[in-house]
């Protein structure tokens, strides 16, 4: 018989060595120890497109070079140890939550115990958990000797997240994490639940995150709240997706100018705004205007602060100091929001001066990194997903 997981088992010092050199190293394989299976998984950054992917919207985003690894082995004595990391306890649920949800789609996976170490900070707004549940996956993959469509990675990991956690999140970080290009951006389409590859036409222009510090969680009472409003919008307004023009465009923001009954006209412009910007945005990059790019990724923070009400005062701060920076194309709030981490677009010579202007405004706990588009899963660990 199966025994319950151990959710507080420390692992053996083996499995987190190999996780931290994993991650050292953001390299998909560790040279093999013949028990122990590594996988590495990037977090990524929405360039234009939050709360918008239950809505049936579009987003652009993009993996980063900020990783999480897990390292694996089978149990002999039928305990599942869900896993300690080295530094983050609550990544031994989505450890947990991985493993069932690949036994749900038919792949039999023995009890493991496993290690977690990153450089993704979690509850960032950068998909940590998707991070933490695709490498797991792509791991235990190895240690089957399995393969998977790059398609069934993501529903397995929605799987995990959304079902055997509960998480009301939608599907945008499980795509982002594995199908994101090698360098460039994903174009989510979440009604047709399809992405396309957009071409990273900027030279010399670079990402710079910036982690505020102040926690947020996608499992709080707050973005479920969202999701609900967004969705009540859209049935009033008579819409099955964000997508759609609404039927009379001067009323919704009639209704958004009102007191009382204004909430879901708000949300309902948000969601709509925010996907004709992610369609602009797209355009933007493709045809390598960095300015364009910027001044939606700043109006799309506007809308999230203003209509969809997820910002906050650190993460407007910070957004702020990145926008004052000669250089800076434009910067937002990234990911669920409630906290979290700011984006921001700036030309590659005046990277430091915004990293050193948003860490500044973010106070003595935030930290910020100077990044690049990165591949996703479906590009390191090809060894057991197939694109597709
Ligand atoms: C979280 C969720 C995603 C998405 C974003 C906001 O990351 O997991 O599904 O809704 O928030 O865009």
């Known amino acids: 018989m199966r025994m319950a997981p151990d959710r507080i088992a420390v692992p053996g010092p083996e499995l987190e060595r190999r996780a931290r050199s994993a991650v050292a190293a953001s390299t998909a394989r560790v040279p093999a120890r013949p028990d122990v299976f590594s996988a590495v998984a990037p977090g990524r950054c929405v360039l234009v497109g939050d709360h918008v992917d239950y809505a049936g919207g579009l987003v652009l985003c993009a993996a980063i070079d900020l990783h999480v690894a897990v390292a694996l082995r089978q149990r002999e004595d039928g305990v599942e140890r869900g896993v300690v990391g080295d530094d983050h306890r609550g990544r031994a649920d989505y450890v947990l939550a991985a493993t069932q949800a690949l036994r749900a789609a038919g792949v039999d996976v023995p009890p493991i115990e496993a290690a977690t170490s990153a450089s993704l900070p979690p509850g960032a707004g950068l998909a940590s958990s998707a991070a933490v549940v695709c490498a797991t996956v792509v791991a235990l993959l190895r240690l089957r000797g399995g393969r998977m469509a790059a398609s069934a990675v993501v529903d397995a990991a929605y799987e995990a997240e959304h079902n055997v956690l509960g998480v009301p999140c939608g599907r945008l970080d499980q795509h982002a994490v594995v199908e994101s290009p090698e360098r460039g951006a994903l174009l989510f389409d979440a009604a047709a639940d399809a992405v396309a590859t957009v071409?990273?036409?900027?030279?010399?222009?670079?990402?710079?995150?910036?982690?505020?510090?102040?926690?947020?969680?996608?499992?709080?009472?707050?973005?479920?709240?969202?999701?609900?409003?967004?969705?009540?919008?859209?049935?009033?307004?008579?819409?099955?997706?964000?997508?759609?023009?609404?039927?009379?465009?001067?009323?919704?923001?009639?209704?958004?100018?009102?007191?009382?009954?204004?909430?879901?006209?708000?949300?309902?412009?948000?969601?709509?705004?925010?996907?004709?910007r992610a369609a602009a945005a797209a355009d933007a990059l493709r045809g390598g205007?960095?300015?364009?790019l910027g001044r939606l990724m700043s109006e799309s923070h506007r809308s999230l602060r203003d209509d969809h009400e997820v910002s906050t005062p650190a993460l407007d701060a910070v957004a702020a100091a990145a926008e004052a920076i000669p250089g800076c194309h434009g910067a937002r709030m990234v990911g669920a929001g409630f906290g979290g981490s700011v984006l921001a677009l700036t030309d590659a010579g005046a990277a430091g001066h915004c990293a050193d202007a948003m860490r500044a405004a973010a106070g003595e706990r935030g930290a910020a990194w100077i990044l690049r588009p990165s591949p996703g899963l479906a590009r390191t660990a090809s060894d057991v997903i197939a694109r597709g």
């Open 199 to 276: 071409a990273w036409n900027l030279a010399d222009v670079v990402l710079v995150v910036c982690d505020t510090a102040e926690r947020h969680s996608v499992a709080g009472p707050e973005y479920a709240r969202r999701r609900a409003e967004t969705a009540a919008a859209l049935e009033l307004a008579g819409m099955e997706t964000a997508q759609q023009p609404p039927p009379d465009a001067r009323a919704v923001d009639a209704g958004a100018a009102s007191g009382a009954g204004a909430v879901p006209w708000r949300r309902l412009r948000h969601v709509v705004g925010e996907t004709r």
């Open 289 to 292: 205007d960095a300015r364009a």
